[in-house]
């Protein structure tokens, strides 16, 4: 796998703040990473610094081969859509994905052509003379993207493009964003803040947070193994019991004691925290022989829609959550109060060091 | 840490986009350098010397503190300034408010009455006056003939200050946000406590402001002193006899370093304040709509109706002073004050230079301020140059317009200097008043700036786009509105000042506010008035057509702001 774009020991400070400590990264061509965190995380700059609007404090960055550490963005390959989109006001739709294109010594009929095919591929065939103040967020949306694939850019760059959109327009934007990149093949940044919108559309995703890159991986392997308590708590939900490590498989916590993977480079009595996602709490069908049985009492429960996320008390202030299915509730009789025989699969707990 | 930080900062290359912009900013800090600073300086400079530019050290400050006359007239500005800044502020505050916080019939109206004195020189309520309450005047027994001094000052002030401290408080009083009176009305206050508690601390910046511009402005005006002052001296005064009566160029420069420290104080308390403000209007807001209210409206109405007429009764006697054969023993109206030609020996001349130097200065000057502007605002980098820049467009604010002539005299008239070709042509005076009204084409261009999407530039930078082209596609087109505004107060001002281009016109170009002065010192009262009333026609139309232009052309040209 090629490395499209190779960031190598990147640094990015403001006066005394340092925004990105030492980023190592690689791309692949015709990829879609999404750089995802919190605010503040450093992924805006991150991005920035690839367009070389921000330009970093030190590091390198190479695309396809050429360092374009020092470039101006002028001078580098990429397109680029901002969530304000960034559309020129006074310009027609038309203009606008045109605007590229005109300086590149190309017929009016050629320029024509082209903007008729970009706006028939972002779903805009009849727009082309309308002003971006007529057309709604979502469309505004779509010519920003025309506009920044129009001269058929090697890296396109999406800083937050969907979060100005209201919840609807921004699932059914997720959908055709990712199927037109993967139509066009071009690789393809997207920074976000939203884990689902992370989740759905990345081939790979980078958890950042605090400047650092907390975790690269496919959306699979970010959500069934977190390599850090951050990402673990970033994205989906987790519950956090705190406990003590017993070598060679073991999380004491509190009176009880859970049995887990083998953990490398625990020492045994270290302090760490022991992880599950709601959804991975056994509570029906437990086999006799079910590693980590807990009895618990249903503390707290509250109705989501399709199912209810329940705090379950485990005595000895020990808490966590767990997801029931609303079958569920009305097989068992789940109500607050309830006690319950619940299991927690050592294959899916994960632990991290506090 | 792993990765040993470079000690220094990346540097980035430059595109060429990058090199003109830094190339354009050098400039226009020569620019401004050569227009301000360095006239600054000399005028400074000028204050150490002797009549014939030997080094004297403080001996003229001396002089200037040990001679009565002079501190006198330093006390007395100091004293008139406070006096109409206690008045004006007052009166603008209750005005603004009845314009923007009640329901007054025909509010545009009294809206554009407020704006009247704007497009009058400084002269034209000092002329109204004489012949209101002068030695002649209709009501020369309420004044007892004592219209000449300080209370002629006063009352000419008011009339000329007001449309400035108005236009702030009404930009203060309508950033309110009705859900803070909707609390307040729900937590049961009373009408008393909600104006002392979140109207009067709304308002709070806008008052310093207005203040502020106002001892500014009184402090630094000539025309009024010079038509109305009589005996009384103030500072402005001085620095004109200093310099033209008794061509006493270093004591000029004393009194004129003297005129800029209450100007640049002002300048410098109003910065610190403005600093302090955070935006009262989030996005979120919710517009204050008055509500009628029978006593208060009727009440605000009567308050403006007296305010109104009294600004319509001064420009009329100026208007029907223009028209009268002989005040006051024929009253018979005519227009042979109008034939300028028998009063000056530039006659209408005058008329048409300052036509020529207002449209000079506003095309060079908003052209310089508008390019400027994004120039400081949208290079990347370069941040020194672009900090000096700032300053620099900041200074002109601070600079009284005579203060500043001052400094021109000395900067473009010193026998080595080789711009001294300017001296005495049109051109100096365009320039001139360019500079002397820099920083408010400065500001407005910057917030038209800052108002657009700050990534046009990136955008433009990825598809590969130069800058310029953007500048002139996008950029500019969209603050058209900002640009006219500045192409507008341009020729306006240009049209009424007299301050800095009283020492700097020569007889081919003398402009027609300094020969109206010219022409009310040799005694023809009423052709002064005619020239006076003919800046304020040229000027008033021009913004007329501004405002018809803005309903009717601009709203065609500018199809793509509506949805």
Request: include cysteine; glycine fraction near 8%.
């Amino acid at each position: 796998m090629a490395g499209y774009l190779e960031i190598r020991g990147l640094v990015k400070r403001f006066g005394e703040f340092t925004a990105l400590h030492d980023i190592d990264l690689d791309i692949a061509e015709g990829e879609f990473v999404c750089f995802l965190g919190p605010s503040g995380c450093g992924k805006t700059t991150l991005l920035r610094a690839i367009a070389g609007l921000d330009p970093q404090t030190g590091g390198t960055i190479r695309q396809r081969g050429l360092d374009v550490s020092s470039l101006p963005p002028a001078k580098r390959d990429f397109g680029i859509v901002f969530q304000s989109y960034a559309l020129f006001p006074n310009l027609t739709v038309h203009d606008n994905v045109a605007y590229g294109l005109v300086s590149r010594r190309k017929t009016r009929a050629e320029i024509g052509r082209r903007v008729e095919e970009l706006l028939a591929l972002v779903g805009l065939p009849d727009s082309g003379r309308k002003y971006p103040a007529q057309l709604s967020g979502g469309q505004q949306q779509r010519v920003a993207l025309a506009r920044a694939i129009a001269t058929a850019p090697g890296l396109l760059l999406l800083d937050e493009p969907l979060s100005a959109l209201d919840a609807r327009v921004r699932v059914r934007l997720r959908h055709e964003i990712k199927a037109l990149q993967r139509r066009l093949g071009v690789t393809t940044i997207m920074v976000t803040h939203d884990q689902e919108e992370a989740l759905t559309m990345a081939d790979r995703i980078v958890v950042m947070n605090h400047g650092v890159i907390e975790q690269v991986g496919t959306p699979q392997e970010i959500y069934r193994r977190p390599a850090t308590a951050f990402v673990a708590d970033f994205i989906g939900a987790m519950s956090f019991l705190s406990g003590t490590f017993e070598a060679p498989a073991r999380v004491r916590v509190g009176a009880l004691a859970f049995g887990v993977p083998p953990q490398d480079g625990l020492a045994a009595g270290a302090a760490v925290q022991l992880c599950i996602r709601p959804e991975d709490v056994q509570v029906r069908n437990l086999p006799a022989d079910a590693a980590n049985r807990v009895a618990v009492s249903v503390a707290e429960l509250d109705f989501v829609g399709s199912f209810c996320r329940a705090t379950l008390d485990a005595g000895a202030g020990v808490t966590l959550t767990a997801d029931f299915s609303s079958n569920l509730m009305r097989d068992l009789g789940v109500e607050l109060g309830r006690r319950l025989e619940i299991a927690l699969p050592p294959d899916r707990l994960r632990v991290f060091a506090a | 840490m792993t990765a040993a930080a470079p000690a220094r900062p990346m540097r980035i290359g430059l595109s060429r986009d990058d090199l003109a912009m830094r190339a354009g900013l050098v400039l226009l800090a020569l620019w401004l350098i050569l227009t301000l600073a360095l006239p600054l300086w000399s005028l400074l400079a000028k204050g150490f010397q002797d009549r014939d530019g030997n080094f004297v050290g403080l001996a003229n400050y001396i002089t200037y503190f040990s001679t009565p006359a002079l501190v006198q007239s330093a006390l007395n500005s100091l004293k008139v300034s406070l006096i109409c800044t206690v008045i004006v502020v007052p009166i603008a505050f209750t005005y603004a408010y009845a314009l923007t916080r009640a329901v007054l019939p025909a509010r545009w109206l009294f809206q554009g009455i407020a704006l009247i004195p704007i497009f009058a020189p400084s002269l034209l309520p000092g002329l109204a006056l004489v012949y209101l309450f002068g030695n002649q005047g209709f009501f020369k027994k309420l004044f007892g003939g004592e219209i000449y001094g300080m209370d002629g000052i006063i009352v000419a002030q008011v009339f000329y200050c007001l449309p400035h401290a108005t236009m702030i408080l009404v930009t203060a009083l309508r950033t309110a946000d009705a859900r803070l009176y909707e609390a307040a009305d729900a937590l049961g206050a009373t009408r008393l406590r909600v104006f002392l508690t979140v109207t009067l601390p709304g308002a709070k910046y806008g008052l310093i402001s207005a203040a502020l511009v106002v001892f500014t402005l009184v402090i630094t005006d000539f025309g009024i002193a010079k038509v109305i002052g009589g005996n009384f001296n103030v500072l402005a005064t001085d620095v004109y006899k200093q310099v033209i009566g008794q061509q006493n160029f270093s004591m000029g420069a004393v009194v004129g370093m003297v005129l800029l420290a209450p100007a640049a104080l002002a300048f410098v308390v109003d910065y610190l304040v403005q600093r302090k403000q955070v935006a009262l209007l989030t996005a979120r807001a919710v517009p204050l709509v008055p509500h009628p209210s029978r006593g208060r409206d009727l009440a605000l109405l009567a308050f403006c109706g007296t305010v109104a007429f009294a600004i319509l009764a001064i420009l009329g006697m100026a208007v029907w002073g223009s028209l009268i054969k002989y005040w006051p023993y024929n009253l018979s109206l005519t227009l042979s004050h109008y034939n300028l030609a028998a009063a000056d020996a530039s006659g209408w001349g005058a008329y048409f230079n300052s036509i020529e130097m207002a449209l000079g200065a506003a095309i060079v000057g908003t052209a310089v301020m508008f390019v400027g502007a994004w120039l400081a605002e949208k290079t990347r980098g370069f941040g020194a140059m672009r900090g000096l820049v700032q300053f620099l467009t900041f200074l002109p604010m601070a600079v009284p317009g005579l203060v500043l002539g001052l400094g021109y005299i000395f900067f473009f008239n010193a026998p080595g200097n080789p711009l001294n070709v300017l001296y005495g042509t049109m051109s100096i005076l365009v320039i001139n008043t360019v500079a002397h009204f820099y920083t408010v084409g400065h500001l407005t261009s910057t917030t038209a700036l800052k108002q657009i999407d700050p990534e046009f530039e990136s955008v433009s930078a990825s598809l590969k786009v130069p800058v310029w082209r953007t500048f002139g596609r996008v950029t500019a087109p969209i603050c058209l509105p900002a640009i006219v505004d500045i192409a507008i107060y341009m020729f306006v001002n240009a049209m009424t000042t007299v301050s800095a281009v009283i020492f700097l016109y020569s007889p081919e170009t003398k402009l027609a506010s300094v020969a109206a002065v010219n022409i009310e010192e040799s005694g023809a009262t009423a052709t002064a008035a005619a020239l006076c009333v003919l800046i304020v026609l040229t000027s008033a139309t021009v913004k007329a057509a501004h405002l018809l232009a803005d309903r009717y052309l601009f709203d065609r040209l500018q199809a793509w702001r509506r949805r």
